[in-house]
């Protein structure tokens, strides 16, 4: 199958500081890749669509000054988080299509993010 | 809007069956059907993408009725490593999938 890797699988940062996520489409080229969010016990909560070439698109709820993505190709997609605050501590997970439209989505690892 | 699942957890003996329930109050286009383990990223099981589609591997099973808008996922004979959390997702027509809580599968020995 299909591989999504995900850099870093942890990380551990001061309140205050910025946070980025690398999301890597290894085998295939993904024109959009999509960014999840999930805290403990609980669902995949969508966050936003990127799209390779253009700007991303984010859900109703979600802060797009906060979590800034860029899809600089299309093998990368990157998530940084601004200003991180504890509240912002949980567990990323890119996921990326290799069909254009439907089909299987292919995660990456997951990133968890704890902010002190 | 976020298909409904059920039920929430089911404890089973190595060996029993489980259903798993995936609804929707709006039109399902597809049903996608994910496990993940503990500390883990989802990994995919199977999508339906007609109405009257069953699909299968090994002992995981799937139906998806259109019309009554559910999708069902049939665990046959369960061994331990089918412990997890198994989210069903519905694709929206905008191409994005929606999942929903989750169920918690716990198998025991």
């Known amino acids: 199958g299909a591989v999504v890797s995900q850099h870093p699988s942890w990380v551990i940062c001061k309140s205050g500081t910025s946070v980025k996520i690398e999301c890597r489409s290894l085998?295939?080229?993904?024109?959009?890749m999509f960014w999840y969010r999930q805290f403990p016990k609980q669902s995949l909560m969508l966050m936003a669509t990127s799209n390779e070439g253009s700007k991303a698109t984010y859900e109703q709820g979600v802060e797009k000054d906060k979590f800034l993505i860029n899809h600089a190709s299309l093998t990368l997609s990157t998530l940084t988080v601004t200003s991180a605050h504890p509240e912002d501590s949980s567990f990323y997970i890119c996921s990326a299509r290799r069909a254009r439209l439907g089909g299987e989505l292919f995660f990456g690892e997951g990133s968890r993010l704890t902010v002190l | 809007q976020q298909p409904v699942q059920s039920p929430q957890a089911v404890i089973l003996r190595e060996g029993e069956d489980a259903v798993i329930n995936c609804s929707s109050s709006?039109?399902?286009?597809?049903v996608h059907w994910y496990r993940q383990k503990h500390g883990e990223a989802p990994v995919f099981l199977m999508i339906l993408l007609k109405g009257g589609e069953q699909k299968g591997h090994e002992k995981i099973s799937a139906s998806f009725n259109e019309k009554k808008q559910q999708s069902s996922l049939y665990l046959t004979a369960s061994q331990l490593s089918y412990s997890g959390t198994y989210f069903c997702g519905k694709m929206n027509r905008d191409d994005k999938i929606i999942f929903g809580k989750g169920t918690r599968l716990h198998i025991l020995p």
């Open positions: 085998d295939f080229q993904a024109t959009t």
């Open positions: 709006k039109a399902l286009y597809s």
